[in-house]
């Protein structure tokens, strides 16, 4: 089955700093990639998200990349504000449509 | 659009007791619900996938007869623990998708919605 590994578990960023936090995944049949912001007491968030047949995509300050060939995908903040401030977890889908999440992200934007 | 509401967003109960949970997609019909859990500090942990009209397919390690999931229509799928816990205490999630693809499963290119979960207390 699928095993997404996510890194590192806490990041502590300067206002203003980059973000950037990798994953891996083990099953080649994975083809669709999301990327979700949890605040603290709340449900998941869709941020931004990668389908395999696309190597990055950009929404404002977030972007992700996607390198099928060493099975990575990682998400980029730029210009970080305190309002980035949450749990971040990346996910990838395995054959049966099924999302298998990585263990998360702190990410602590200090003003 | 892609809303998803849960209700109630936080229930305590006494041990042995149930408690049902309500997902609702509420602008788009959902072929299929999933049931996750998260303890604290934890990572979303699969429960259960539901399709509208069949039975829900659980995951290794999840109880059926202790989780039960009805999905009844496709606006509406309900959790149920059953005689629960303090060790059923946790945060559940559900999420929303639709679309099959031909060969009746999930397409794996299909965005989940994901509700603002439940945070369920068992004293």
């Known amino acids: 089955g699928e095993n997404v590994e996510q890194h590192p578990s806490t990041l502590s960023v300067q206002e203003g700093d980059s973000a950037v936090i990798k994953c891996t995944y083990s099953d080649s049949a994975s083809n669709y990639f999301p990327w979700y912001k949890q605040e603290l007491g709340k449900g998941p968030q869709l941020i931004i998200d990668i389908r395999s047949n696309v190597g990055e995509k950009k929404d404002q300050r977030i972007a992700v990349t996607l390198n099928k060939t060493a099975k990575h995908f990682s998400l980029h903040i730029t210009e970080t504000q305190p309002e980035d401030s949450a749990v971040y977890f990346c996910a990838a889908t395995d054959s049966w449509g099924k999302l298998q999440f990585g263990a998360g992200t702190q990410v602590v934007v200090t003003p | ?123």
């Open chain 2, 1 to 123: 659009g892609a809303v998803v509401s849960q209700h109630p967003s936080w229930v305590i109960c006494k041990s042995g007791t149930s408690v049902k949970i309500e997902c609702r997609s509420l602008d788009f019909q959902a072929t299929t619900m999933f049931w996750y859990r998260q303890f604290p500090k934890q990572s979303l942990m699969l429960m259960a996938t539901s399709n509208e009209g069949s039975k829900a397919t659980y995951e290794q390690g999840v109880e059926k007869d202790k989780f039960l999931i009805n999905h009844a229509s496709l606006t509406l799928s309900t959790l149920t623990v059953t005689s629960a816990h303090p060790e059923d205490s946790s945060f559940y999630i559900c999420s929303a998708s639709w679309d099959r693809g031909e060969d009746g499963h999930l397409s794996s290119y299909n965005e989940q919605f994901f509700g603002p979960g439940t945070r369920l207390t068992v004293l």
